[in-house]
């Protein structure tokens, strides 16, 4: 009987505790960036996009290297690395070079910050972009109208790997 007590009281113990941590879990932080409606994954041979923004979601191609790009990229194939849990820098081409290559610097190797070393980026200009510069990932981005590196690690840091397919390459 003493033992049935025993296990019974340690239980109780045991579910009032993980109760207890539950119930006091910190809320999560909201993510940068505004969020965008979810128009699907689905892969096909290539499909042509366009718009002041990029998509952040939809039919896709095949994914690119993660690297800075000197040229614009398509939509179709960055939305791949979205998918898996990759953040776009595009930024308008008639952007200052200084700000370029901050950019540059920020998300390539040797990386400009010691603490921050971003391995799922894609960083390419993009004219149509309405904002200067625009990080997008997986139904979500966010516009800057300048280089801004503490809220750009920001939106990396909370939107990486928040995808349908965080672990593929």
């Not at 390419?124 to 966010?142: G, Q």
């Amino acid at each position: 009987m003493k033992d049935k007590v025993f296990y019974g009281f340690l239980a109780l113990v045991v579910v009032g505790f993980l109760g207890f941590a539950v119930a006091n879990k910190a809320p999560e932080k909201p993510r940068p960036g505004t969020e965008h409606q979810d128009n699907g994954r689905k892969h096909v041979q290539s499909k042509k996009y366009g718009g002041d923004e990029p998509p952040t979601s939809g039919d896709h191609a095949e994914p690119l290297a993660w690297q800075v790009y000197d040229q614009e990229v398509p939509d179709a194939n960055v939305i791949h690395n979205m998918e898996h849990g990759g953040v776009y820098i595009s930024y308008r081409p008639d952007l200052p070079k200084d700000q370029i290559d901050k950019i540059k610097a920020l998300f390539s190797k040797p990386y400009s910050n010691a603490k921050f070393s971003p391995t799922k980026a894609i960083v390419a200009p993009r004219a149509e972009d309405k904002a200067p510069i625009v990080m997008s990932s997986w139904t979500r981005s966010e516009s800057f109208q300048s280089f801004d590196e503490a809220k750009m690690i920001e939106y990396y840091l909370a939107n990486i790997g928040k995808s349908p397919e965080p672990g593929a390459s």
